[in-house]
């Protein structure tokens, strides 16, 4: 590629700043590296702090040309500075392997997505996942731009359906141990597995992002979460393979709003119990959200041959439209999947104090509601406020299934009121 002669002041700029950096980060004091880099394409933050682009890093977004190494460097690169740090995906597609964004950072860093990143399809180039987040505070990825899996050319070699022990594909955008972060207007794009996962992080904010797979495609859960706090999710599109949102153990002080999920397998809590020393799920609100032909609505599940104890609480369903939901309202204290567990009945997954307030619409199967829980530990405090969601078939009836479910029912549809 033949360099302008802009292009080569801005390429020395950056070479310049980099260098500046290297002595201001050994010498000046916290905060203060404010030097202003005039090849920025996009001001941090504060108008201050610099920028790492990756077209500068050798990065070429013709779809074809491993961007890995361009990537990997601007991160070292807005990681290891202070002050306000802009890494800059510009517009092109940038054909990437396994990323390693690992702090903690000097200063704060935004990814600035403004083009597609496209996942190799060599699983080989994968340990686990692909975009890997680790360890950073004050973390924000925005922009226009798609996170692209390109999970149709490997979702067939997925054996987990068959296989309890199955080797697990690429989860495409992944933040462990992330405090106070955002992830705001961009896309993700058919995963190889998960599109999203937020492990261990804390003050996550989720906002205006897109999330889209096919219908039928394997295990590609739209955002899962667990061991995490205070994870907001909001005016948010999903529709995938599997949950739309799944929020798993050691989830806490959780508020899903403006959500449209479908297709998928809905807004779920759990699977609850698989694992061993798993925490409790508690303060979970789930408002104003819209679920379009997906097979459950609002879901929790847990194994009834759970292998650790613990307890779900505290859990808020309120103005959840459901259009055509084959399971609207479900908690499911036996969940099994692919048939991997023994029925024994021996739960020990306290669900308790769940309430579903004006919950509207229409269900594609005659049980709109199915509380079924277990005769060991039944549900309890379960209120149900306003719920009306009618069958709309016409060979049958809107019905509700509730087994060891207790707690009370108010102004619902009379078929509904089953507690
Ligand atoms: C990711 O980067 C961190 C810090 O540079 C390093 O310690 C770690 O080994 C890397 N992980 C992988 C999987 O390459
Ligand atoms: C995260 O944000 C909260 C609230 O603004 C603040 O109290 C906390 O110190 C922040 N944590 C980090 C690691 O920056
Ligand atoms: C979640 O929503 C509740 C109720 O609106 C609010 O009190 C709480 O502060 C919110 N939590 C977070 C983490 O945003
Ligand atoms: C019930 O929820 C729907 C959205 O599903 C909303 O349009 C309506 O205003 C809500 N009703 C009340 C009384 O809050
Ligand atoms: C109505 O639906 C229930 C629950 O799915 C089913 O058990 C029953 O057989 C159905 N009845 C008819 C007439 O199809």
């Given amino acids: 590629m033949a360099l302008s002669g802009d292009n080569t002041l801005r390429v020395f700029l950056f070479l310049a700043m980099v260098v500046c950096a290297a002595h201001a980060a050994k010498e000046a004091p916290k905060g203060k590296d404010e030097k202003k880099d005039d090849s920025a394409a996009a001001p941090g933050p504060s108008g201050g702090g610099g920028s790492s682009d990756i077209s500068e890093l050798g990065a070429k977004g013709d779809g ?23 890494l ?41 996942n692909w975009i890997e987040i680790q360890h950073v505070d004050n973390l924000v990825i925005t922009g226009k731009g798609t996170i692209d899996g390109q999970g149709k050319q490997v979702w067939d070699s ?32 058919n995963s190889k597995f998960f599109h999203m996962n937020v492990f261990q992080c804390k003050g996550i904010t989720i906002k205006d992002v897109t999330v889209t797979a096919p219908g039928d495609s394997p295990n590609t859960d739209g955002i899962h979460m667990g061991d995490s706090s205070k994870v907001t999710i909001t005016d948010t599109t999903i529709g995938v393979g599997d949950d739309c949102i799944s929020i798993g153990p050691g989830s806490t002080e959780i508020n899903i709003t403006g959500v449209t999920c479908g297709p998928g397998h809905g807004i779920s809590i759990g699977s609850l119990g698989r694992y061993k020393d798993e925490k409790d799920v508690t303060d979970v609100n789930v408002k104003d959200c819209t679920l379009k032909k ?22 808020h369903y309120e103005n959840i ?56 530990l039944p549900c309890t405090g379960v209120t149900m406020d306003n719920v009306k969601v009618e069958f709309k078939g016409t060979n049958n009836k809107t019905m509700a299934v509730c087994n060891n479910a207790k707690g009370s029912a108010t102004g619902c549809l009379k078929e509904l009121a089953c507690i």
């Fill in 294 to 315: 997906s097979t459950n609505g609002v879901r929790i599940k847990s194994y009834e041959d759970a292998a650790s104890t613990l307890t779900c609480s505290k859990v």
């Fill in 321 to 376: 439209a459901m259009e055509d939901v084959a399971n609207p309202i479900i908690i499911d204290m036996k969940y099994c999947p692919n048939k991997i567990c023994t029925k024994n009945g021996a739960s020990k997954v306290t669900i308790k104090d769940v309430t579903y307030k004006n919950v509207t619409g229409t269900s594609s199967t005659p049980e709109a509601v199915s509380l079924l829980c277990s005769e060991k």
């Fill in 158 to 189: 997925n054996k987990c359906a068959q296989k309890y022990d199955c080797k697990i594909l690429p989860n495409s955008l992944v933040l462990d141990y992330v405090n106070n972060g955002t992830v705001s207007g961009i896309t993700l794009l």
């Fill in 64 to 86: 074809k040309t491993d961007c890995t190494k361009a990537l990997n460097e601007a991160w070292t690169a807005a990681c290891g500075k202070e002050g306000a740090q802009t």
């Fill in 88 to 128: 800059t995906i510009p517009k092109g597609d940038y054909l990437t392997g396994p990323l390693n964004f690992t702090g903690p950072c000097k200063g704060s860093v935004t990814i600035q997505l403004d083009g597609n990143l496209l996942g190799t399809t060599d699983l080989k180039a994968y340990k686990t």
